[in-house]
């Protein structure tokens, strides 16, 4: 058995990870905590005033007060890895921030640890893109900062798209409103688009998008579940979670 652990803000998507455990396989435990999700909100609302949140309040500081109680429920359930299931409160403070969040982490869970904006530059990685589109229901302030974070992991952003929606808007989206982002984001120099925002159910959607753009699409709870493997170094083959679970060495499910 190999248990994965999940820190997710909040309560909009949290379903997407039960149902890509049930496609990955028995031997795949999802273990996730909720966490609480001010730092999103705090950045949306500081990007609405036209700024960011003050560097005292920047994640990395914040990250053991905020989630030592979730780190300390998933090393009790055994977890062999966590992974905190947030792109905006990684990606905003940019690359080196985010480092030291993880470092952070990884040091008050006793294991290893990632979040989803690294998720994101390693699925890039592992499908063998480099030139990629951002389809966001964020604001296109805080798109144009996970753009920025993209670049810093050398990428090629061609595009950014942001509707600016909220997460309990987006957390009622459907595959007809997912397609439609990822239309609309997408770009014809694009070799992959992603959808960063983890609030977006995406997981009983991904072979419906990959097919509606004839191209890889990578989304965050998608992403966030693959980086969890990657740190067991686990890799398998999920072909209804997506191009990104297609890659060898296969175990078949």
């Given at each position: 058995m190999t248990a994965l652990g999940f820190l997710y803000p909040g309560h909009y998507?949290?379903?997407?990870?039960?149902?890509?455990?049930?496609?990955?396989g028995s031997d795949i435990r999802a273990d996730l905590v909720h966490t609480d999700d001010a730092e999103e909100a705090q950045l949306r609302e500081a990007l609405r005033r036209g700024?960011?949140?003050?560097?005292?309040?920047?994640?990395?500081?914040?990250?053991?007060?905020r989630l030592a109680a979730g780190v300390e429920e998933l090393?009790?359930?055994?977890?062999?890895?966590?992974?905190?299931?947030?792109?905006?409160?990684?990606f905003a403070h940019g690359w080196e921030s985010a480092h030291e969040?993880?470092?952070?982490l990884a040091l008050a869970a006793g294991m290893p640890a990632s979040c989803t904006s690294?998720?994101?530059?390693?699925?890039?990685?592992?499908?063998g893109a480099r030139r990629v589109a951002v389809a966001?229901?964020?604001?296109?302030?805080?798109?144009?900062?996970?753009?920025?974070?993209?670049?810093?992991?050398?990428?090629?952003?061609?595009?950014?798209?942001?509707?600016?929606?909220?997460?309990?808007?987006?957390?009622?989206?459907?595959?007809?409103?997912?397609?439609?982002?990822?239309r609309t984001g997408d770009h014809p120099d694009a070799q992959a688009v992603l959808l960063p925002d983890t609030a977006l159910h995406t997981a009983a959607y991904l072979p419906e998008l990959e097919k509606g753009l004839s191209k890889p699409v990578l989304t965050a709870n998608q992403v966030t579940m693959w980086e969890a493997l990657r740190l067991v170094d686990r890799r398998v083959?999920?072909?209804?979670?997506?191009?990104?679970?297609?890659?060898e060495p296969i175990v078949q499910v």
């Amino acid at each position: 058995m190999t248990a994965l652990g999940f820190l997710y803000p909040g309560h909009y998507a949290e379903d997407d990870y039960p149902r890509m455990e049930q496609l990955l396989g028995s031997d795949i435990r999802a273990d996730l905590v909720h966490t609480d999700d001010a730092e999103e909100a705090q950045l949306r609302e500081a990007l609405r005033r036209g700024a960011l949140p003050a560097a005292a309040e920047r994640p990395e500081s914040g990250v053991p007060r905020r989630l030592a109680a979730g780190v300390e429920e998933l090393r009790l359930a055994g977890a062999e890895t966590v992974v905190w299931a947030c792109a905006g409160g990684s990606f905003a403070h940019g690359w080196e921030s985010a480092h030291e969040q993880v470092r952070a982490l990884a040091l008050a869970a006793g294991m290893p640890a990632s979040c989803t904006s690294f998720a994101f530059v390693h699925a890039v990685q592992e499908i063998g893109a480099r030139r990629v589109a951002v389809a966001a229901a964020y604001p296109d302030t805080l798109a144009e900062l996970f753009a920025g974070f993209l670049r810093a992991g050398g990428l090629e952003v061609v595009s950014v798209h942001g509707v600016g929606a909220a997460p309990d808007e987006v957390s009622t989206w459907g595959a007809a409103e997912v397609l439609a982002l990822a239309r609309t984001g997408d770009h014809p120099d694009a070799q992959a688009v992603l959808l960063p925002d983890t609030a977006l159910h995406t997981a009983a959607y991904l072979p419906e998008l990959e097919k509606g753009l004839s191209k890889p699409v990578l989304t965050a709870n998608q992403v966030t579940m693959w980086e969890a493997l990657r740190l067991v170094d686990r890799r398998v083959n999920a072909p209804a979670l997506g191009s990104l679970f297609t890659k060898e060495p296969i175990v078949q499910v």
